[in-house]
């Protein structure tokens, strides 16, 4: 090869290294809006089938990686519901699952209101409703505009003057068949403090 050519070749070399170092490249950063999406994205087909998910945190752990805490109710309005947590991880994507609650069973302390649907769900007089749908609030954490987000039929009026005499501690469930509207409150252990 000849000298000419060889320094032809390496200028057309150099001057395609120029323009690719100064070509513009996309972002491959991912923001905290770009991770939210993207779990969203994989819960997608689970709020199709009417889970409830809830993002506990989204967090950058390095310059890369992001991680994410989702938690999901299955069932959410059942005398029955089930609760997992996904703890994701990206870049590489992927997720650790966790059962919190999946076999109808309370374990005293009630601590997630799901609990409170399971305990209420199996007092005779909610479980002969058919097709009930619930919903349940820890006394002290009550918020109007939080029951009606969370539980759409919820019935303030019928709330307010059921948990007059209870303790801030109580749980109160709401359930609902047809026109039929039952209120169960239980103290933490699942014991019932009250009915309608």
Do not use: H
Request: hydrophobic share 45%; charged share 20%.
């Amino acid at each position: 090869m000849t000298r000419r050519r060889e320094l032809l070749l390496i200028g057309i070399l150099l001057a395609f290294l120029l323009l690719f170092a100064l070509a513009p490249r996309g972002s491959s950063e991912i923001t905290r809006e770009n991770a939210v999406a993207l779990v969203s994205s994989d819960l997608q087909p689970l709020i199709d089938g009417g889970a409830l998910v809830s993002f506990q945190s989204v967090s950058k752990s390095s310059s890369t990686v992001w991680t994410a805490e989702v938690r999901i109710v299955e069932d959410p309005y059942s005398r029955c519901p089930r609760v997992f947590k996904r703890y994701y991880t990206f870049s590489p994507f992927g997720y650790r699952p966790e059962t919190i609650i999946d076999n109808c069973q309370v374990r005293p302390p009630i601590v997630y209101p799901e609990e409170a649907l399971i305990a209420a769900g199996k007092d005779p007089l909610v479980a002969a409703m058919p097709q009930a749908k619930g919903c349940a609030v820890l006394l002290k954490d009550y918020r109007a505009s939080d029951a009606l987000a969370y539980c759409p039929w919820f019935a303030e009026e019928q709330f307010t003057s059921f948990v007059a005499s209870l303790p801030d501690s109580a749980w109160v469930t709401q359930w609902v068949s047809g026109n039929a509207v039952t209120f169960v409150a239980l103290d933490s252990n699942g014991a019932v403090l009250k009915k309608s």
